[in-house]
């Protein structure tokens, strides 16, 4: 079992930053990576930003450049630094672990 706790969320106008946290805990060497997907209202839920056990990184297309996912194995966080936020990057965002999902922050951008 994997447990998965973010932070970080709240409102910011656009062109700001937010930087989320997800603090890990259990067997979540077992799963190699860990990541951040997002559901913005009215839309499925998407693919923000993965991080494996080597910290190589990907991003969606649409954050490359904007978002940084970071790792620290010793303390089982990941975080997202969000900057240059974008009223389209309203959603909440949710951190991945194998099959286990945390329970969300909510992210809002104001134009």
């Known amino acids: 079992q994997v447990q998965l706790v973010e932070s970080g969320g709240g409102m910011v106008q656009a062109g700001g930053s937010l930087r989320l946290s997800c603090a890990a805990s259990?067997?979540?060497?077992?799963?190699?990576?860990m990541g951040w997907y997002r559901q913005a209202p009215g839309k499925e839920r998407e693919f923000v930003a993965r991080?494996?056990?080597?910290?190589?990184?990907y991003y969606a297309d649409s954050v490359k450049g904007r978002f940084t996912i970071s790792g620290d194995n010793a303390k089982n966080t990941v975080y997202l630094q969000m900057n240059s936020l974008k009223p389209e990057d309203t959603a909440i965002y949710y951190c991945?672990?194998?099959?286990?999902w945390g329970q969300g922050t909510q992210v809002t951008v104001s134009s």
């Open positions: 991080i494996t056990s080597s910290y190589y990184t």
């Open positions: 991945v672990n194998g099959p286990f």
């Open positions: 259990g067997r979540i060497v077992s799963y190699g990576s």
